[in-house]
């Protein structure tokens, strides 16, 4: 594992990067205070009266979005006029971003697809899925038009749950319409007043919102340190509860597979250690690492040789490697009967379309080689031969790249958001669909390119690909370790 530490990066590249920053607010700030004289005088003129109610969007909570995120608004939401295979066409749009007049012209840009979780290439349209997919709905409809509580479930959930629960190693298995409530809602239905929850300082916002939903004490610690998680555990033990002092209910740790934004793996033997020593519940959140790690691609458990028994909650989405919607808790029998009648996407939510279940079916079915044949088992194996090389190809052109070898997920460090606005475009004129992010989605200082490697890229794809991006990060002066460790990085 390959990270970054902000304190350690050149005194030169942190001035640089918190200028833009600063240059960037005092102008907005300008902006809005000319915006609002010009206003005020507006009303003195024309002696208009003002509004009897409040706004209901304030000023404040509006600036970020006007005059921050506006002026970059061409680089994010990019729509897609294809399926998110291995090549998308991205439509173009024309105007000014900062005035939010982005309009589309018609035209597209056919693209290297690095920025879908299509991990092991299933939406693509070269397999036997989308065929059954369609005779599904002809058969079910597109939806059930109620929760899964009332008349919603159809023999399809009950089929994947099953085959789900059995390629995991699990009792009993429960889908979500939604692989963000999946967290959002089961956590709140999990813990409670007098339980203790403490997560990874990285974790992902569902999981956030869940814990902030359930009502329980929440405590944070260091990302991926298993050696921290002890003292917060141990610490937490000893202090009990607050005020009263009383002893926890329950202590449930939760942790991420793959941190989709680091690309880092999680240490599951170190933290599977802490939860065992303290008679902890340990969450796993698995939804880039379901499909996309291990031998037979069950995940960050069999990556680290991690039995499922030792994990009480197993959670993933299905809508990266298998190319589908939602998500799913797989847990023991008792536990998911308890979720069935206690999660609010199970009680009150739409339940999974028919066609999504048929095509998580399908593309399962090949994972596990139930289709006989070993579409699944290549697939895999394609998918790390593609990352290892990517990832290896950028190291050696001296970019800084972070997170697991292993990992599908490949964040570039640009730094500056001044390159990464750069970056962004030039890759899109290069014909390479990309993903960027900066602060409030990272820290100040570490704006990146996140690279998502699928099994239906070709190695004369990621040639191509690597090429340009050296080609480009010249223009930018992205290749910082080229000629030495210039950015020190730490395993």
Not at 111 to 123: Q, T
């Amino acid at each position: 594992m390959v990270h970054l530490i902000v304190d350690e990066l050149p005194w030169i590249l942190q001035i640089t990067t918190y200028l833009p920053y600063l240059t960037l607010l005092a102008f907005s700030y300008v902006q809005q205070f000319l915006v609002d004289f010009v206003e005020e005088i507006m009303y003195l003129l024309k002696k208009k009266k003002r509004p009897d109610v409040a706004p209901l969007i304030k000023k404040k909570s509006a600036f970020y979005d006007k005059w921050l995120y506006a002026r970059v608004r061409d680089l994010f939401n990019r729509p897609i006029n294809s399926l998110p295979a291995g090549r998308i066409d991205v439509l173009e749009r024309e105007g000014n971003p900062l005035l939010g007049k982005l309009r589309y012209n018609n035209k597209t840009t056919n693209c290297l697809n690095l920025s879908s979780y299509n991990y092991l290439g299933f939406a693509d349209n070269a397999n036997s899925c989308a065929i059954e997919v369609q005779d599904t709905i002809k058969t079910y409809g597109l939806g059930a038009s109620c929760s899964r509580i009332e008349a919603g479930t159809t023999k399809l959930h009950q089929d994947v749950e099953g085959l789900i629960s059995e390629f995991i190693g699990k009792d009993d298995c429960i889908l979500f319409g939604m692989g963000y409530a999946t967290n959002s809602t089961t956590i709140p239905a999990l813990c409670g007043k007098g339980d203790l929850i403490i997560s990874d300082s990285f974790n992902h916002a569902s999981i956030i919102v869940g814990c902030k939903g359930s009502g329980a004490r929440i405590k944070v610690f260091k990302h991926n340190d298993p050696e921290h998680l002890e003292k917060v555990v141990r610490q937490a033990i000893i202090d009990g509860q607050p005020r009263t002092h009383l002893p926890w209910r329950k202590i449930i740790i939760l942790v991420e597979g793959i941190y989709s934004m680091e690309g880092e793996i999680c240490k599951l033997p170190g933290i599977v250690e802490v939860k065992k020593k303290y008679s902890c519940y340990l969450y796993v959140d698995e939804a880039h690492s379901i499909g996309a790690l291990g031998k037979t691609g069950r995940g960050v458990c069999e990556y680290n040789n991690v039995s499922t028994d030792d994990i009480d909650i197993l959670m993933g989405t299905l809508t990266k490697s298998f190319a589908a919607v939602g998500g799913y808790i797989a847990s023991d029998q008792r536990t998911i009967d308890f979720l069935r009648t206690r999660a609010f996407s199970s009680v009150d939510d739409f339940p999974m379309s028919p066609g999504c279940c048929r095509q998580i079916l399908s593309s399962l079915s090949i994972i596990m080689g139930n289709d006989n044949t070993d579409i699944g088992k290549n697939k895999i194996n394609q998918l790390q031969e593609n990352v290892t090389y990517f990832r290896n190809a950028l190291v050696e052109a001296g970019f800084i790249i972070i997170g697991d070898a292993d990992s599908p997920v490949i964040p570039l460090m640009i730094i500056n958001p001044c390159k990464m606005c750069l970056f962004s475009r030039l890759c899109l004129d290069a014909n390479l669909a990309v993903v960027v992010a900066s602060y409030p989605a990272t820290p100040l200082l570490l704006s990146r390119a996140r690279f998502c490697v699928s099994a239906s890229h070709t190695l004369k794809d990621l040639e191509d690909a690597v090429e340009k991006i050296i080609e480009i990060g010249d223009i930018c002066g992205l290749r910082y370790n080229k000629s030495g460790n210039y950015i020190k990085l730490h395993e």
